[in-house]
C-alpha cells in the first residue's frame, strides 16, 4: 500500500466518525496537496500523506497533551511512520506558536526537527487554504474564521495573532511557486 493510501485509511478510521466535520477539511486538504504535487517533484507522496494525517492528534483515541500537532506526531511515530512525516504534522501551519502557548515548544522543537521547504510550505498553504467544512478559502478568509469560532480570549486565537506573519509568507512562497 502506498504511503498516501495508507495515511487515507488511518485517517478516515480515526476522524470520519468521530470528528465528521474534521473529516470533511482534512479530506479538501488532502485533495489541495494532492493538486499541489507537482511542486515538491519527489516528495509528492510524503505531502500528500502529511495533509491526510495533519490534524490526525484531534483524534479522541490519539488525544494526550491537547496540541494536537504534537500529539499526531507522537503517535505518528508509535506507528512506525518516519520520523520527517512526523516533523512535518508536528511543525504544520505555524504549530511552533501555538505549543509557546501551551508551554510545550521545549518538547516540540527537541523532538520534532522544523522543517522548511516547499513541503512543508506546500501543506501550510492547504491547510491554511482549506475551512473548516473543505471549502476553499483565502489565507484572509481562514484567519479571520479561526478568529471567530474561538473567540478573541481563546489560546487559539492569541497564537494565530503571533503566526499570521510567517503563515503569510509560507502562504506567498506557494502562490509565487504556482504562478511561476
Not at 90 to 114: D, I, N, Q, V
Amino acid at each position: 500500500m502506498s504511503l498516501p493510501s495508507r495515511a487515507t485509511v488511518i485517517a478516515k478510521h480515526h476522524l470520519a466518525e468521530a470528528l465528521p466535520r474534521r473529516w470533511c477539511h482534512v479530506q479538501a486538504v488532502a485533495a489541495k496537496a494532492r493538486a499541489l504535487k507537482h511542486l515538491v517533484g519527489a516528495d509528492g507522496d510524503v505531502l500528500e500523506a502529511a495533509a491526510w494525517l495533519h490534524d490526525i492528534g484531534y483524534a479522541p483515541d490519539i488525544v494526550d497533551t491537547g496540541f494536537h500537532a504534537l500529539d499526531g506526531a507522537r503517535w505518528l511515530l508509535r506507528q512506525g511512520f518516519q520520523p520527517r512525516l512526523a516533523s512535518l504534522v508536528a511543525h504544520h501551519s505555524c504549530a511552533s506558536y501555538e505549543a509557546e502557548e501551551r508551554g510545550l515548544k521545549p518538547a516540540l522543537m527537541t523532538e520534532f526537527p522544523l522543517e522548511q521547504s516547499p513541503t512543508s510550505d506546500a501543506l501550510w498553504f492547504a491547510d491554511m487554504t482549506t475551512g473548516p467544512d473543505g471549502q476553499d478559502l483565502t489565507v484572509d478568509e481562514r484567519l479571520a474564521e479561526i478568529r471567530e469560532r474561538y473567540g478573541p480570549d481563546d489560546l487559539v486565537t492569541r497564537f494565530w495573532i503571533k503566526a499570521e506573519a510567517p503563515l503569510r509568507e509560507v502562504v506567498r512562497r506557494t502562490e509565487e511557486r504556482l504562478t511561476a
